[in-house]
């Protein structure tokens, strides 16, 4: 399973938008790339995939350049309520298991 | 729609003892997941359940834990007998069975249970 490499903390003040990178420099011609959420004392909350290019959603967009070996999630005009630990995670998209690595901790301050 | 549940939310025992969990997917996902946190380490894998089939079992700890899937429903996690080490936050995730949902919407996981043996 490809390793991924983040930031381990951000910061970052409301209203603003956030961009959080991940490298993957061995992710595999079948691997997708997830973006997770978690809280304090919740399980973790999928926010967004994408294999190539850019993925839009609600939530957030997910940005992936050609060569695939890194991915930034892209969290528009962010709130307190986005503080929170994210996860970037790379595998195959056939129900398998996730590997989780050490998040992002992002503090939205006011 | 009812999300993942999982019980107890907490569970403090003794060395020796044992607990069992319980995780209730999302009704009609095929797939269902336990992962733990131990104290300071990452998310960890333990194993993925394909209705009622052990699909991947690789990530369990040690012959101490079993997990069932009885009828392909609910899912319970016994650790028999518990020792210091096991504490930590186990999470169940559920996720349809179809690679599109699970594209478009991710694993569910639930609030998880913390288990402290003291």
């Known amino acids: 399973l490809a390793k991924t490499t983040q930031p381990i903390s951000m910061d970052s003040y409301e209203g603003q938008e956030v961009n959080i990178t991940c490298s993957h420099n061995?992710?595999?011609?079948?691997?997708?790339i997830t973006w997770y959420q978690q809280f304090p004392s919740q399980g973790p909350r999928f926010i967004i995939q994408g294999y190539k290019t850019k993925v839009t959603n609600e939530v957030a967009s997910l940005f992936i350049p050609a060569d695939r070996k890194s991915s930034t999630l892209s969290l528009p005009r962010v709130s307190l309520s986005d503080t929170a630990v994210y996860y970037c995670?790379?595998?195959?998209?056939?129900?398998?298991?996730?590997?989780f690595g050490g998040g992002t901790r992002l503090m939205v301050k006011p | 729609e009812a999300g993942v549940t999982q019980f107890p939310s907490h569970s403090v025992i003794e060395k020796g003892q044992t607990v069992t969990l319980r995780c209730d997917p999302i009704?009609?996902?095929?797939?269902l997941y336990w992962y733990r946190r131990v104290m300071g380490k990452e998310i960890k894998f333990l194993l993925h359940f394909v209705k009622e089939s052990k699909q991947d079992e690789s990530g369990m700890p040690n012959n101490r834990f079993l997990a069932e899937r009885t009828g392909g429903t609910y899912s319970t996690l016994k650790v028999q007998p518990a020792e210091l080490e096991d504490s930590g936050v186990y999470f169940c995730?559920?996720?349809?069975?179809?690679?599109?949902?699970?594209?478009?919407?991710?694993?569910?996981f639930g609030s998880g249970t913390r288990l402290t043996v003291v």
């Open positions: 995730a559920s996720s349809p069975g179809g690679i599109r949902e699970a594209r478009t919407y991710g694993y569910t």
């Open positions: 061995n992710i595999a011609t079948n691997d997708y």
């Open positions: 995670l790379v595998g195959d998209n056939a129900g398998n298991m996730l590997t």
């Open positions: 009704s009609g996902h095929d797939n």
